[in-house]
């Protein structure tokens, strides 16, 4: 979206689910009123269409939108997710196109369009596949003649590979030779060739970025918003407890996570990642392109007792960056053998339910700052 759209406007919902936008009401007329309950009771601000999210993972599970318009929808409407080639708004795909169309861009060379670069990586490819083959034939003679051992094999081959591509960097270092031979060669070249991987047999730019959920945005998603192709319960199975059922310590974490995500959440907060400062999430008060965040969240059991020192570094980091500590404790009320009934039952309301939250703020005593 363009940079001249007023923020306020652009990010003008908190969530992705919208409130039904009703007619002006004319007390006086009639009409009016009949056109206003007929919007009221036929509105509907359900999505359309569900978001499609790809898992990928075992051990450590990955949730990916992977469509354009998904990603922009999801960002745009509460700051969810993080683009796994941008800071956090996913605009790899933007900066790609205008770095392309960007006359003035002094890292690539003015002449070279994307129909140029599109030619001269097809061009590399015929000559690269002709490469191969000799070396393919080489490798395939020596063998018939059994004077080859396994490790002279992979070491024949390795140098092939070498020279391979160093074959791919004097044919884009040839071709910009032709075209401008005052220029910088090598850089032109590396630059060329990094940028002619993005570059599709039509011409046109691969949308190579996607947008990465936490499991906690994930289960608020499709649980308490409903705008996810997945069925909550179903995930923490597939994320958690691989089908055995128990009550693991991944399961408890997640379950305490989401527990304060939600809880922030369900306050107005928008609640992102606060990995960088050392915390389970930071809080905006509308989002990043607004303001900086005001706190950092630390999620801890009820029953968690850390050193002095292990408070102190934490609260060290978030005063550093002028961001005030909350201890977010959360307490479990019922048994582990009814939160898996629950979890079964796919009866998440339950579950969430069972879990109490309390908040401390942290501050770090500075002897400089608290004299009298």
């Avoid at 990010?11 to 007929?38: D, F, M, R, T």
């Avoid at 070396?135 to 003679?141: G, I, N, T, Y």
């Amino acid at each position: 979206m363009s940079k001249r759209v007023n923020n306020a406007v652009r990010y003008k919902y908190p969530l992705p689910v919208h409130p039904i936008e009703l007619p002006q009401l004319i007390i006086h007329n009639p009409v009016s009123w009949a056109y206003w309950s007929y919007c009221y009771l036929t509105g509907c601000n359900a999505l359309q269409r569900k978001i499609h999210v790809d898992i990928i993972g075992e051990k450590i599970v990955h949730i990916e939108v992977r469509n354009q318009d998904d990603m922009k929808y999801l960002w745009e409407n509460g700051f969810f997710g993080t683009g796994q080639l941008s800071r956090s708004e996913p605009t790899w795909y933007n900066h790609m196109k205008s770095k392309f169309q960007n006359e003035n861009n002094e890292s690539i060379n003015k002449n070279i369009s994307l129909e140029q670069v599109t030619k001269l990586r097809r061009q590399q490819r015929i000559e690269f596949k002709k490469q191969r083959e000799v070396v393919e034939a080489k490798l395939l003679e020596l063998r018939k003649k059994g004077e080859l051992t396994p490790e002279e094999e992979a070491r024949i081959l390795e140098q092939e590979r070498g020279k391979l591509r160093k074959f791919k960097d004097d044919q884009v270092a040839l071709h910009l030779v032709k075209e401008d031979p005052t220029e910088n060669v090598r850089e032109k070249g590396r630059l060329l060739i990094q940028e002619a991987e993005v570059i599709g047999e039509n011409g046109e730019i691969i949308q190579m970025e996607t947008l990465e959920l936490m499991p906690v945005e994930t289960i608020f998603l499709s649980f308490a918003l409903d705008v996810l192709d997945i069925t909550p319960s179903k995930f923490i199975i597939k994320c958690c407890m691989n089908d055995s059922f128990d009550y693991t310590d991944e399961l408890h974490k997640l379950l305490i996570q989401y527990t304060a995500y939600h809880h922030y959440r369900s306050h107005g907060w928008c609640v992102r990642s606060g990995i960088k400062f050392g915390s389970d999430y930071i809080l905006y008060k509308r989002g990043p392109p607004f303001q900086h965040a005001d706190f950092c969240i630390m999620v801890l059991n009820s029953n968690c007792s850390n050193p002095y020192t292990w408070y102190s570094t934490i609260a060290r980091v978030c005063g550093g960056a002028n961001k005030s500590l909350v201890l977010c404790y959360v307490e479990r009320t019922n048994s582990k053998e009814q939160i898996i009934k629950w979890v079964k039952e796919d009866n998440l309301s339950k579950v969430f339910n069972s879990f109490s939250v309390g908040e401390i703020i942290f501050k770090r005593w500075v002897p400089g700052k608290n004299r009298d």
